[in-house]
């Protein structure tokens, strides 16, 4: 009973204390709502006295705002409001609690306009004077990038692009790119490039490197619509005046969009004085592109303009000329704005068609790499592994843990050799399970093709579970190195990625290994022998249990270098290997059993038919009509384009 008054008298005693807690903020909030309703009476000069005596942050936001002409009331709720401008709307901020509410329209907001003597008292009292807080040097400007205001990251901006320091290029890239973020721990402004599971960093104010840090440790820097349209001109002008041509074609890319009358004087300035080709070119489609939308631009500038723009592979330039088709009024202008627009519309129609052969062989080279090996296991051994998939799955694994151990043990510099170690480490790991898979089940089951298939699609289950419980179900990026990333023109608008290429280069040279493996070797001879004649062979010596268990390994192998390439086109995931294990089942049955000639063909056909067939049909409708048109072309010729002879082909 003593404990329990005890704790009572105790309640009463904090009782005065949680409540003045709960309700002072709610009264301080009802105070601030009566001292802004204030500022539109007839005479608010009380009310700024008395925001002027406050020492609440929103006091000193709202009088901020009221000085530079940004406070307004909604009328609607007859809220005072901060106003920002975005675009045409208006960011609104709750000048009561600070809190950021919504966009607003400027004719749903009324801004509260102030006397002249109101002006004058606010600027005796040091409210809205000018403040000598502009960033001085590049380091200033950076910081001042995560300002809390969007008008200060104008000025940040603005100083950035005045100083013409190289260094505020990727700077003012990654913010218009989101790339830019705030490190939680210090505070620095940093510059993250996504590498795996994590953000590489760079220090913003020097371009250092950072490390890298999880996303939980990063805060993204904001812009609102009118910072981007700024951000656009200040890398457009900063990368004119680049000393590389790159930069400086990029910067004209940019303008192309659409560009200040500063920036057009600019750009007719550097224009005549570049010295590279395409980044004149870029230039002057940037200077036309300007030409023909300004409104002051007489008809032989105009018509000059198309000319230049008629010339161009752009699918921006394309819109652009179908807009002025349906705004121009002069006949001449309008005629020869159709005929620069059929020239650039037949020339993006061919550029496409190079693009899709281009997707399809690098299609075909993923399809290939995921089907070789298949087609020794199957076509070889006539082995029917619904397992293979998942030697894939691994090889991708083993190499998101060989980048993981880059990253933790090894110098940043040396981060880029992962994936050249990934391919011996994804090989061994997947023949090792090949080995483990061939002699613990399928070794019992040879001659049983449909128990054979039922027995790895177990297994198959079993891996990707295994996989589930040591690296979770969500998927792993694995991050390109730098000397695979990025892109080049191939023809005007058409880029070629690197690491497609580097892709299609790798799988030709390991069908090339495989076919110098099979000819040149022992093994190859041994395994030909087994193929064609296993009863014979083992009379002759050789061991035919080690023929079958190595040719397993090496068409495991050879599936796990393949999750190696795979895992630079996408992500890892438990999942991968179902994704391939049907069209590697028919590229090695449309191409020949057991033949590396038909896997080759195969693999590009598939590619490149899907590849024309998705603009037309689409996606799912393609691979529906490809393999209709496979089981049409099986009936036919049972044994595929190439027949394979030897046991798999009797059988």
């Known amino acids: 009973m003593a404990l329990r008054r005890c704790l009572f008298l105790l309640a009463l005693l904090l009782l005065p204390l949680l409540s003045s807690a709960l309700i002072v903020p709610a009264v301080r909030a009802q105070d601030m709502t009566e001292l802004l309703s204030g500022l539109t009476d007839s005479d608010p000069k009380p009310a700024i ?7 609440a942050p929103q006091a000193k936001a709202a009088l901020a705002a009221l000085a530079a002409g940004r406070l ?29 509410e919504d966009m607003a329209d400027p004719a749903e907001l009324e801004l509260l306009e102030l006397s002249d003597t109101a002006k004058a008292e606010l600027s005796a009292a040091g409210v809205g004077a000018a403040s000598d807080d502009t960033p001085k040097d590049f380091a200033s400007a950076v910081t001042a990038l995560n300002a809390d205001d969007f008008a200060a990251k104008g000025k940040a901006i603005e100083v950035l692009t005045q100083l013409g320091d190289a260094r505020a290029m990727p700077v003012l890239r990654a913010l218009t790119d989101g790339r830019l973020f705030t490190r939680k721990s210090d505070g620095a402004v940093v510059i993250a490039t996504r590498s795996g599971n994590q953000q590489s960093l760079a220090l913003g104010t020097t371009l250092e490197d950072a490390g890298f840090a999880s996303n939980a440790e990063l805060d993204p820097i904001v ?49 005549p004085k570049e010295t590279n080709a395409q980044a004149k070119q870029a230039m002057a489609l940037a200077l036309a592109a300007a030409d023909i939308a300004d409104p002051a631009a007489d008809k032989q500038r105009k018509l000059a303009a198309v000319a230049v723009l008629s010339g161009a592979t752009d699918l921006r330039i394309r819109s652009m ?12 202008v309008k005629a020869a704005l159709q005929v ?29 790499l995921a089907a070789v090996g298949l087609a020794i296991t199957f076509g070889v051994m006539g082995v029917i592994n619904m397992a293979h998939g998942e030697m894939i799955m691994i090889g991708a694994y083993a190499t998101f843990v060989v980048q993981e151990i880059f990253r933790a043990y090894l110098p940043p510099a040396w981060f880029g050799a992962y994936l050249v170690a990934a391919l011996p480490v994804a090989f061994l790991t997947a023949a090792i399970f090949g080995i483990a898979i061939e002699r613990g089940v399928i070794r019992f089951l040879y001659g049983r093709p449909l128990e054979t298939m039922l027995a790895t699609w177990g297994v198959s289950l079993i891996l990707q579970q295994m996989v589930r419980s040591i690296f979770g179900a969500p998927n792993k990026e694995v991050s390109n190195p730098s000397w695979m990333t990025g892109s080049f023109e191939l023809i005007g608008g058409f880029d070629v990625t690197w690491n497609r290429v580097i892709i299609i280069v790798f799988c030709f040279l390991v069908l090339g290994l495989i076919a110098l493996i099979l000819r040149r070797t022992s093994f190859g001879l041994h395994m030909r022998a087994v193929t064609q004649n296993r009863s014979m062979a083992s009379v002759m010596g050789i061991p035919t249990a080690r023929v079958d268990a190595m040719t397993f390994a090496l068409g495991s192998g050879i599936a796990g270098m393949a999750g190696v390439a795979l895992s630079q086109i996408g992500n890892v995931s438990p999942n991968l290997g179902t994704i391939y294990i049907v069209d590697s089942f028919l590229v090695v049955v449309f ?16 590619g490149i038919v899907n590849k024309l067939l998705e603009p037309v049909a689409g996606a799912v409708l393609g691979k529906v009509v490809v393999l209709v048109a496979i089981i049409l072309f099986i009936q036919k010729r049972p044994r595929g384009l190439f027949a394979a002879k030897g046991r798999s082909a009797d059988a």
């Open 49 to 55: 006295a008395a925001l002027m005596a406050s020492d």
């Open 72 to 100: 307004y009331r909604r009328n609607a709720d007859g809220a005072i409001v901060i106003g920002e401008p975005d675009g045409a709307m208006i960011v609104v901020t709750n000048a009561a609690t600070g809190d950021v």
């Open 223 to 271: 812009v609102n619509n009118n910072l981007r349209i700024a951000l656009r001109e200040a890398v457009g002008r900063l990368g004119l005046l680049s000393p590389e041509a790159a930069q400086r074609r990029a910067a004209a890319n940019v303008l192309l969009e659409g560009a200040t009358p500063d920036a057009v004087a600019l750009l007719r300035e550097v224009t």
């Open 321 to 332: 000329l179908q807009a002025r088709l349906s705004a121009e009024t002069d006949a001449d």
């Open 340 to 368: 620069a627009f059929t020239s650039v519309q037949r020339k993006l129609t061919v550029i496409g068609w190079f693009a899709n052969i281009f997707q399809g062989i690098s299609l075909g080279s993923v399809l290939l």
């Open 591 to 606: 191409g020949g059993v057991g033949n590396l000639m038909g896997t080759l063909v195969g693999a590009m056909t598939l």
